[in-house]
């Protein structure tokens, strides 16, 4: 693509909107749809058509996005960048037997969860009884008001940028730190409530959220006893890890 004098594309910037921008714009919008066309991408991300498909076009030069017929779809690119994120340290390796065993006890789907860029992301995740209504995947993300959000939310305000806050907000957060729970009774899901309690690090900073799904015939005063006692063993093993095993000596040979 020839460039002009300035070092730019030559190309008019997408009104009120950067390149970048309008790239990650059509990113969330194929990560919901998981696959789509140019059509629906271009309604969903806000840009004009023509942009839409000049920047999709670009991405699958780069290997972000890939064509699957008509219709784009995530790239191996994106894959591999993706999984070089990772959660804070020690937390799946810390949650992993607690939530086990919460999830055996309630059966409730049990999860961890953290805020990435005001939304509520899944990391690790136990299957329950309400998975066939909201199953917990890897990567998958919620509005920050589903309940592992809101107990970080609160925990962290006002330093998380978000959409403006509800009116009601303020009473709800003071009421979530005095308590150490947030509930959500359907609030995003029919026919499934959801108890959630912070993961505090060694500092006492709240680095996660442990949330567990139930249906509404649950008792949720019950499920949040049980999930509090889940997180505060979670937090002490980020406080206090287990200690590597030394390696067991080979038997000589007699």
Do not use: N
């Amino acid at each position: 693509m020839a460039r002009s004098a300035a070092g730019g594309t030559g190309e008019r910037p997408v009104p009120g909107r950067g390149v970048l921008e309008g790239a990650f714009a059509l990113l969330e919008a194929l990560g919901q749809a998981g696959e789509a066309g140019l059509t629906a991408l271009s309604a969903d991300s806000g840009l004009p058509k023509t942009t839409a498909y000049r920047l999709l076009e670009q991405l699958v030069d780069l290997g972000v996005v890939e064509h699957h017929g008509t219709r784009y779809r995530m790239g191996s690119r994106m894959f591999r960048l993706g999984l070089g994120w990772r959660p804070p340290p020690g937390l799946c390796a810390a949650a992993r037997g607690p939530m086990r065993r919460l999830a055996r006890a309630t059966g409730a789907s049990v999860g961890i969860c953290v805020l990435r860029e005001g939304r509520t992301l899944a990391v690790q995740g136990v299957p329950g009884m309400v998975d066939h209504l909201a199953p917990f995947q890897p990567g998958a993300t919620w509005p920050w008001y589903a309940a592992a959000g809101k107990v970080l939310v609160a925990a962290a305000s006002p330093r998380v940028p978000l959409d403006p806050l509800p009116a009601s907000w303020r009473r709800e957060a003071m009421a979530i730190r005095d308590g150490g729970v947030a509930l959500d009774r359907e609030e995003l899901v029919p026919g499934v409530c959801c108890v959630a309690v912070p993961l505090t690090a060694p500092g006492g900073e709240a680095v996660a959220g442990l949330c567990a799904m139930v249906d509404p015939a649950h008792d949720l005063g019950r499920l949040a006893r049980a999930v509090a006692r889940t997180g505060r063993a979670v937090s002490a093993g980020l406080r206090d890890p287990a200690p590597a095993r030394p390696p067991v000596a080979p038997a000589r040979a007699s």
